[in-house]
Nanobody, 117 residues
Framework: QVQLAESGGGVVQPGGSLRLSCLVS????????MGWYRQGTGNKRELIAG???????HYAESVKGRFTISRDNANNALYLHMSSLNPEDTGVYYC???????????WGQGTQVTVSS
């Protein structure tokens, strides 16, 4: 059974930073392209950062230069370091493999990030 456990969210002031973590089990993490997804209020869940099995990264324009995705294959962990946060970054953040997301497979509970003064 696949489990995706996101953590690290919270309330932060504009300009602040947060580091999100995701622990994965139930599939071969090291072989999977992974992504961080964000769902703001009233919005669709969108892919904002991805990392291939080989470690290549890509980012949505809205977060490029501010967010960094990384992975620890030894511990089946995915990370998202977020800096220069602004209120538009507010939302629930989820991790998943890109393939599972495309197929419409299950998601974890996500972690809430709120950027507010």
């Amino acid at each position: 059974q696949v489990q995706l456990a996101e953590s690290g969210g919270g309330v932060v002031q504009p300009g602040g930073s947060l580091r999100l973590s995701c622990l994965v089990s139930g599939f071969t993490f090291s072989a999977a392209a992974m992504g961080w997804y964000r769902q703001g209020t009233g919005n669709k869940r969108e892919l904002i950062a991805g990392i291939t099995a080989a470690g290549s990264t890509h980012y949505a324009e809205s977060v490029k230069g501010r967010f960094t995705i990384s992975r620890d294959n030894a511990n089946n962990a995915l990370y998202l370091h977020m800096s220069s946060l602004n209120p538009e970054d507010t939302g629930v953040y989820y991790c998943n493999s890109v393939a599972r997301a495309v197929r419409g497979n299950s998601w974890g509970q996500g972690t809430q990030v709120t950027v507010s003064s």
